[in-house]
């Protein structure tokens, strides 16, 4: 069931970097790319510097890669122009190079943003309303629609991850509610990867905390459970932040009260 190689964009960054500690054992090969300079590969690694706004390059760099584990983009608030070129145009490069090269399943780092105007407290599962809180978030949409007409047109499967605040540790009383641990991240990457078939597929990356919003009830088929919960760190964060912190109104935080960066 192992499959043989896998590619994580994005390897540098924060979660690339989790995923490159942890994510053993479910590929023979990670093939390793981001735009900025990352470690040399070591065993079973393959390390390609790549800019995912390069058709061309991503053409070759998905070559021969079973699934994608899609994690590079700017990943917080940017200006349109930057967010088009490695959001937009890198997401849709590597949808076609996938497509071409008979690539299986992409696991899509999608995040809360895309549902970050719904208001604190509400809960949602996989079918809320997309209530994007940033043209970051829009950028997410995008990504999980042109996931949705992959499927539906060529059949490739996706698993979109509305990632949490995948952290060390919770660093606000927002992520109290939004944390996904390291650990719960990297299990769930391991069930959606060996799973026989998932089809289109909508998921919160989000840990047992105790008041979350998201559900996914929808997905239990996957037999993921998650281990962590940020009730350990609520005290330290309760004392040091006051209630009513700016943007806390949404489930977006910050990202729903900024404007728009030009
Ligand atoms: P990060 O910013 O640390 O890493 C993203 C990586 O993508 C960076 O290493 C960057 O160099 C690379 N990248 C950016 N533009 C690129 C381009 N044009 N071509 C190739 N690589 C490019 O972000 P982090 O936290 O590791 O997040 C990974 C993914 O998960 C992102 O897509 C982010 O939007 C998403 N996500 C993360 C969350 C979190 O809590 N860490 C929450 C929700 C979503
Ligand atoms: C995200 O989408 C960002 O990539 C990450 O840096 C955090 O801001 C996270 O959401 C969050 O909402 O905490």
Redesign the pocket.
């Known amino acids: 069931r192992m499959i043989k190689r896998l590619l994580v964009?994005?390897?540098?960054?924060?979660?690339?970097r989790y995923v490159r500690e942890r994510l053993k054992g479910s590929a023979e090969i990670l093939r390793l790319?981001?735009?900025?300079d990352i470690s040399p590969a070591g065993r079973g690694e393959e390390v390609v510097r790549?800019?995912?706004?390069d058709r061309k390059a991503v053409e070759e760099l998905v070559r021969d890669c079973d699934a994608i584990l899609?994690?590079?983009?700017?990943?917080?608030e940017a200006n349109f122009d930057a967010l088009l070129?490695?959001n937009f145009l890198?997401t849709y490069n590597l949808y076609e190079a996938a497509r071409k090269a008979g690539v299986r399943r992409i696991i899509f780092?999608?995040?809360?943003?895309v549902i970050g105007f719904h208001p604190v407290g509400e809960r949602l599962d996989e079918k809320a309303e997309r209530r994007p809180d940033s043209l970051?978030g829009v950028s997410?949409c995008f990504g999980e629609d042109l996931a949705r007409l992959y499927f539906d047109k060529f059949g490739l499967e996706t698993a979109c991850l509305r990632?949490?605040?995948?952290?060390d540790e919770p660093k606000d009383r927002r992520m109290l509610s939004t944390w996904?641990s390291p650990r719960d991240f990297i299990s769930l990457i391991g069930r959606v990867i060996e799973a026989p078939a998932i089809g289109h597929l909508v998921l919160y990356?989000v840990s047992a905390n105790r008041d979350t919003w998201w559900s996914n009830g929808h997905a239990e088929f996957l037999g993921w459970k998650p281990q962590d919960t940020s009730e350990p760190y609520r005290e330290a964060i309760e004392q040091r932040e006051p209630e009513g912190a700016a943007g806390s109104d949404y489930q977006g935080g910050r990202f729903a009260a900024a404007g728009i960066l030009d």
Do not use: E, M, R
């Open positions: 964009t994005g390897a540098g960054g924060g979660l690339g790319t981001d735009i900025v790549c800019d995912l706004a899609h994690l590079g983009a700017i990943s917080v070129q490695a890198g780092a999608s995040s809360n943003h970051y997410k990632i949490g605040s995948c952290f996904l990356g």
